[in-house]
């Protein structure tokens, strides 16, 4: 009983990191839309983050899939 306690906290953990990285995602792509008069250096640092913030969600997202499919396992 334990392992799928321990496999239900983590698959929690990961669904609140994805949320937290989706919510900074979206803050992220409103600043952006509405940043057309700052500095080129920010946009450019921004749209890294974006880039970067993608790759972790979709990480994440299969991370979490693959912890389900290991549940049904247990």
Do not use: Q, T, Y
Request: charged share 25%.
């Amino acid at each position: 009983m334990a392992d799928i306690d321990r496999a239900k906290e983590e698959i929690s953990f990961r669904k609140f990191w994805l949320g937290i990285s989706i919510a900074v995602f979206l803050s992220i792509g409103s600043w952006l839309l509405s940043a057309n008069d700052k500095s080129w250096f920010l946009i450019f640092l921004a749209c890294i983050a974006e880039f970067g913030l993608i790759g972790m969600i979709i990480s994440l997202n299969k991370s979490i899939i693959k912890k389900i499919n290991e549940l049904k396992d247990i």
